[in-house]
């Protein structure tokens, strides 16, 4: 069965770091580019980061750039997510995704990790 499991959520002052890790099985990891995505209260889903199979390229939204670095360890079949300078506005579920198509630069994801959620909070 393929599998994500996010873990490393929490709460957390403004200002704060926490480190996000999604662990994937049932698949070959390092032939997939993987995702972040998020969804805060009341909003709809937010893109947040990805990373190529290989880690050759990253990309970041712009409400996160210069505070959040995603990084991955094919060797351990894991993806990391360091968020720094946390802000209120950063409160939401983050999931992991893979993506569908290696060969397919679109954001089509065919499988979700179930969440972990951050709190950011004075």
């Known amino acids: 069965e393929v599998q994500l499991v996010e873990s490393g959520g929490g709460v957390v002052q403004p200002g704060g770091s926490l480190r996000l890790s999604c662990t994937a099985s049932?698949?070959?990891?390092?032939?997939?580019?993987m995702n972040w995505v998020r969804q805060a209260p009341g909003k709809g889903l937010e893109w947040v980061s990805a990373?190529?199979?290989?880690?050759?390229?990253?990309y970041y939204a712009d409400s996160i750039k210069g505070r959040f670095t995603i990084s991955r360890d094919n060797a351990k079949n894991t993806m990391y997510l360091q968020m720094n300078s946390l802000k209120s506005e950063d409160t939401a579920v983050y999931y992991c995704?893979?993506?569908?198509?290696?060969?397919?630069?679109?954001?089509?994801?065919?499988?979700w990790g179930q969440g972990t959620q951050v709190t950011v909070s004075s």
């Open positions: 995704t893979k993506d569908l198509d290696p060969d397919d630069r679109r954001s089509l994801y065919d499988v």
């Open positions: 049932g698949f070959t990891f390092h032939d997939y580019a």
């Open positions: 990373i190529t199979w290989n880690a050759a390229s990253t």
